[in-house]
Structure formats: structure tokens, C-alpha cells
């Protein structure tokens, strides 16, 4: 590998000089078509290049994640604070309104359930999922294409959301679900996201994802998702050349959910697309109006979550 062959100088990332964009609000979209341009900007906020989604496509493998056991009565009231509804397709069309504005983000790829091995890879905590891992079952980074490009058009998907398992089993399979996915969405204006997933083996550090997401730019992705990393998340989004936005991941307290927001937006994350965090919360109305003040509302963390423990408490008192 040419970084170890004899490597004198240091690694420089320019974490602290913005990438340019001339004519457009987006990093690295600048040159694209204009039904993409525009896409991306009913996904990421033009004002301040931001985006809330609301990830709720957890049960294409862990079927009723706690929290989304109806999704009718915990996530639609949560529609009208966010920019995207990360979602999968049999949601959209069974649940969702077709009267929303919300950008859409379609999950387009699949593969196999909580029901096979789920020792390899994070994101496998389904809460009320079946753990019945049984030899012979493929594991989860076996994944294939789960969504046509026709598919996507008829269900006027903003993005396609594909996961990469770099480091697997399966890495190849997964970079060439993604490429394809690119080489057909390319063709009708549609942006895709790779989505890094992270095994249990490797270690969730900026290294990694400094690797994993410059692979999915690099082929092409118009956007990335991967999770914060507390030292030098700043590497991570300053090489990267398209916009990053992060995995919202396991259930934290709310301040600390709102803490690791802020952060990761201070050092060059261009979203938050968070789903446990909110729908699991003590009062999700009130999480993702205090996430959105993050986003969008310049919020320190410790005013987000006053924000919420303030629309928490007049619930209550309204129920009184």
C-alpha cells in the first residue's frame, strides 16, 4: 500500500478549510444535473445545508423494533419536524401519506434477518427480534438489491439508501449492490447513499471510517452515512468529498443523543439521521423537536435539552 512504502510526510486533512462549492450550498454536489440539485435540496436544508432524517427502516431485518411496532401511531406524528423519512418501501406505501412534502429516503438494499448469525455485525440489537442465530444461515452482510430503479421512481424517492459492509465476507458484493444502484440512479436523477455498516470485530474509529466512507465516494455515492467517532470525527468528514451525515445508533440518554449531534455537526457532519434516539425516547415529540433545534435551530446541547425537557413537562401538565 502506497501510505506505508515508505512514508515520510505527515497526513494533512484541512479539517479546518471548508471544501468549495461555487454555485451551490452542498459539498461535492455542485456538478451535478438539476433534478439532482434539486432532490438533495428537499433533503438537506438550502439555508443551512443541514438535514434531520428520521430513520425508521430498522424492520427490513428486525422486524417490530421497539418503538415501531406501529408506525402509524409512534412515527407519523414525528413527520412534520424533520427533513427525510428514511424508510422502506412496503412502509411508504402502506403508512405513509402521499400527501406528505417530506424528502424521501428508500432503503434499496436487503438481504438477510435478525434470525440469521448476528454475531458479525453491529446494528443487530433488535430488542424484541428473534436471537436464533443457526449454522448453515447467512450472515448479515450478505445483502443484495432490494429495490428497482423503477421502483424508486414510482415511489418519487429523493435518495437510495444502500449498506456497505466493508471488511466482510461480503465487501465486494456489497460496493457492487451500491455501484449499480449508482450507475442506475445516475440515469433519472437520483441521489444515493451509501451506508456504512460496522462489525463487531473492527474497531469503530476514525481510521475506519476515514477508509470506508472515502471508498463509497470515491465510487460515486452522492452522500454518506456512518456513525461519530468522539477523536478526529474531523478527518472523517473533511476527506470525504460528499456530505456525511451520522447514524444516530444505539439508545442514549437524550442529552447525550443531542450532545453527540452537536459535535459531530461542529466538525463537519452535514446531518443527523437519527431513529432509536427519537422514537425511543421518554417523549419522542419533544427529542426530535430538540434535535431539529440542533440542526437547524443553532441549539447548544445543553438549550436543546431544556427545549425538551420543557415540551415534555407542558405534555404532562396537559394530560393533568
Known amino acids: 500500500m502506497a501510505d506505508l512504502d515508505g512514508q515520510k510526510k505527515n497526513k494533512e486533512f484541512f479539517a479546518e478549510v471548508p471544501q468549495a462549492a461555487p454555485g451551490f450550498f452542498l459539498k461535492g454536489s455542485h456538478q451535478y444535473d438539476w433534478g439532482l440539485k434539486n432532490r438533495l435540496s428537499r433533503v438537506f436544508n438550502p439555508k443551512d445545508g443541514r438535514t434531520l432524517m428520521l430513520a425508521f427502516d430498522h424492520g427490513y431485518f428486525q422486524g417490530p423494533t421497539t418503538g415501531l411496532e406501529r408506525i402509524d401511531q409512534t412515527i407519523l406524528p414525528l413527520e412534520p419536524y424533520v427533513d427525510c423519512l428514511m424508510l422502506t418501501r412496503g412502509i411508504q406505501r402502506s403508512i405513509v401519506p402521499a400527501t406528505t412534502q417530506k424528502a424521501i429516503a428508500l432503503r434499496a438494499s436487503g438481504g438477510t434477518s435478525m434470525v440469521s448469525p448476528f454475531d458479525e455485525w453491529e446494528g443487530t440489537d433488535g430488542d424484541d427480534a428473534i436471537k436464533l442465530g443457526r449454522p448453515g444461515y447467512e450472515p448479515l452482510s450478505n445483502e443484495s438489491i432490494a429495490c428497482s430503479i423503477e421502483e424508486a421512481l414510482r415511489l418519487n424517492a429523493n435518495v437510495l439508501a444502500v449498506q456497505v459492509f466493508i471488511g466482510s465476507q461480503h465487501e465486494r458484493q456489497t460496493i457492487k449492490n451500491m455501484t449499480d444502484i449508482i450507475d442506475q440512479a445516475n440515469r433519472y436523477g437520483i441521489a444515493v447513499m451509501g451506508v456504512v455498516a460496522v462489525g ?112 415534555k413537562a407542558g405534555k404532562k401538565a396537559k394530560k393533568k
Do not use: W
Open 200 to 311: 463487531r470485530a473492527m474497531a469503530r474509529n476514525a481510521q475506519y471510517f476515514r477508509l470506508a466512507t472515502r471508498i463509497m465516494a470515491e465510487l460515486g455515492c452522492h452522500l454518506v452515512k456512518c456513525y461519530y467517532t468522539e477523536t478526529e470525527f474531523e478527518t472523517v468528514t473533511s476527506c470525504c468529498p460528499v456530505p456525511i451525515v451520522i447514524a444516530g445508533g444505539k439508545k442514549l440518554p437524550e442529552l447525550e443523543a443531542l450532545k453527540m449531534s452537536y459535535n459531530a455537526l461542529e466538525q463537519g457532519a452535514s446531518g443527523v439521521d437519527m431513529g432509536r434516539n427519537i422514537f425511543q425516547a421518554d417523549d419522542p415529540i419533544a427529542m426530535v423537536q430538540a434535535v431539529a433545534g440542533v440542526v437547524h435551530g443553532g441549539l447548544t446541547p445543553q438549550k436543546a435539552f431544556k427545549l425538551y425537557e420543557e415540551l
